[in-house]
């Protein structure tokens, strides 16, 4: 008779994918996640499987709650979508700078490290990015119907251009970077959306 589980799931969870936050999928050993869980390998085994299926679960559950966190934040009325998007903007600018010292993002890190050669990490990696556009594009079409953008623009375009800076801006806090270089560069390409 195989025994209830004495441990919270969700804590155990959390612990795994800070360890594989950490240090990357590869350089995070099972006696790492041993370590950083409190859990025996058996039980991480038993109730996860391996480290990669661990580790799917931690990347699937990160990439669902930085998707419901960017549409929380942006969605809403047509009326102050622009406050909405530029308080995201420079709230991800400011958070990506120490200190503490920044450890970036888990997706990021995770599709430098392996993005373009395990197939499964590129198509969660890049239908992630899909949705982080489609949230910021749909509060970019909101506040185009409101006034504060510039009609004639693309949504989807505008989009893809935040997003790349946004994930930019990540990279340069991780590398140390001043928070108000960051700040000044959110605020730089908030400043080329085509406003009304």
């Known amino acids: 008779m195989a025994r209830p589980r004495t441990f919270d799931e969700n804590t155990v969870l959390e612990a795994a994918r800070d ?20 859990l025996g390998k058996g039980s991480l085994y038993a109730a996860f499987g ?3 299926e661990l580790f799917d679960r931690v990347f ?25 998007l530029r308080a995201y903007v420079l709230k991800l600018a400011a958070d990506s700078a120490g200190p503490p010292a920044p450890r970036g993002c888990l997706l990021a890190k995770t599709g ?9 990490i590129t198509d969660q990696t890049r239908s ?10 749909s509060c970019i079409a909101a506040a185009q119907r409101d006034g504060d953008i510039a009609a004639s ?4 375009d505008l989009s893809a251009m935040l997003l790349a800076t946004l994930r930019g801006i990540e990279a340069l806090g991780k590398g ?9 560069a959110a605020r730089t390409a908030l400043e080329a959306l085509p406003r009304n």
């Open 153 to 156: 623009a693309n949504p989807r």
């Open 19 to 38: 360890a594989f936050w950490k240090s990357g999928y590869a350089a995070t050993s099972m006696d790492d996640l041993t370590a950083a869980t409190g």
């Open 112 to 120: 430098a490290e392996l993005a373009g050669t395990d197939a499964a």
């Open 60 to 84: 699937r559950d990160y990439c669902a709650a930085a998707t419901a966190h960017t549409r929380a934040k942006l969605d809403g009325p047509d009326a102050g979508a622009y406050k909405r």
């Open 176 to 184: 140390g970077v001043t928070v108000a270089t960051l700040r000044r």
């Open 50 to 52: 391996g480290k990669r």
């Open 128 to 137: 992630t990015y899909d949705a982080l556009g489609a949230a910021i594009a």
